[in-house]
């Protein structure tokens, strides 16, 4: 269908793009016009930038359940991310004449499909067309809702344009459809909640829920308040942004909270925080699921776990084995990962657990060796030319190795066949016999191995690569406790292990992560959707949602650190505890409680979760007055 204007085909009056001409054929039926229409808008929407990416993606097909083609998601235009992402599709129906309307007034609008699962219509603005009128957005934010904008925060500039943006492709949609239609928009964080205020003071006919993941200012607070919680009552919220510099933020977040009908979070540990820090009580609670499908691998992810596991080894031998050998039948492999917050994420009370579990491990006399991988994003340069120079000569030991196979094998087979047992040692050719033993030769290191893969920028004060120094795991051969520090995601283009993220995850054992400030978290989830136990903390809005409603959480492979009335040193000692305990499990009993966590993970999937989200679409609908 080519684009052209709806009210030049009266059959298409008002109806969205898939109505006109969905997938399967079949037009929707004329009775649905009238009901409401879902839009969700968020900074992540065809842009991985953040977690809320993987909030909107994998909540798309428990949406499309409910709401159909009257669900649309508005986001920023990146055309690098459009070109991966987007589909464009004709402007039909009220949406897509919004986004024909929108182009005639010189916005870049673009109205297609996000290609995740579930194929949502999807409205990408491109908000740098507002630029021209941002002064004029400014002072009005000012005048009517006494938020002040910097002139030299891209970022904020960016906010902003991108709410006028949202404001006036809004405005243009509830003209063609109200009252006919109830519009609800739902608002995600504060990059997307600059639109809010200004559509109530315009009187937007629309309903509008406004739900922050985590209050800007409260992660702020988190990361150098040790007693945050204790102190989240007294803070002077205004206060402390102008002491960290994030006034217009805090005010943006503060006016999406309070001008929204419904206002929500993810968890009760963001809750009280947003009480406090945002001034306003959130209405319901909209914990994070996943979509679980996608991780499913049934009765294969034992055989995944032990596929993968032994990519791991082959990293493990490639870093380790040139220093000194360990039995890899007796290695465990934990790990921890997310944003590089040291402190919020619980990096520093993992390290300090892991030297206290290197010591009792090696008091006890146990035979099982633990590496455990760190797994963030920081600043480097490249990677360390001594592991890349590990890999390269594993990979030679692998070619000699099959070379050498393949020889010994047509000789051997030869030999025997006319009825002779020859001397093994006389199959290998010279030629291979010094190449392998050059190889071994330059393979062997007298230094202990690195504890980190990479290069950092500023290695003198990095906190991680620090606390491991001071800490004194450096890898040492009498250490049964090893740490590998990997400064970036690992994908499958990484040249240390070719493997991506979710299969590396699928071939260890245990992931850990005691946050300290999380509003939700999502890697302990995806940790037990791939069937790997997990340690979190009742910090972590996962864990807290556990600890009230889960009660056999233990039982279901997810144990929780208890830090919330809890010193440093008290946790640093449950962790340690914890992961001491796990070490001493036989692998039946680690092979069960895999089973228990993968089960598990079906409650949290977004069939289950998404209710909650319905619940607030329902509550911002009998709102609308």
Known sequence: MNQRDVKSDPSLEGLEEIDAGSEDGK??????????????????????????????????????????????????????????????????GAVGQAVKQMRELGFGAHYGRWLVTGRPHVVLLNYLDAFRYLHEVKYRLWTDHHISTPGDDEMVNNVVAFGESVRLFLQLLAQKESPRRKIVTHFHEWMAGAAVPMLRKDAWPGSIIFTTHATLLGRYLAMNHPVFYDHLPFFDAEGEAAHYNIVAQHRIERAAAHGSHVFTTVSDVTAEECKHLLGRPVDLLLPNGLNIQRFAALHEFQNLHREYKERIHEFTVGHFFPSYHFDLDNTLYFFTSGRYEYRNKGMDLTIEALARLNHRLREAGSPVTVVFFVITRAPTRSINVTALQSRAMLREFRNASEAIKEDIGEKLFQAATAGQIPDLNTLIDDYWRLRLRRTMYAWKRDLPPLIVTHDLLDDAKDPVLNQLRNCQLWNNEHDPVKVIYHPDFITATNPLFGIDYDQFVRGCHLGVFPSYYEPWGYTPLESIALGVPAITSDLAGFGSYLKQLRPDHEEKGISIIHRRYSDFHQAADELADRMFRYCQLSRRERINLRNSAESFSEHFDWHNLGKRYHEAHELALDRLV
């Open 27 to 92: 037009r929707a039926p004329r009775s649905r016009r009238a009901e409401p229409l879902l839009l969700e808008c968020a900074w992540e929407v065809c842009n991985q930038v953040g977690g809320i990416y993987t909030v909107l993606r994998s909540k798309v097909p428990s949406m499309m359940n409910r709401w159909g083609n009257r669900y649309c998601l508005i986001g920023p235009y990146s055309h690098q991310s459009a070109q991966v992402e987007f589909e464009p599709a004709p402007l039909v």
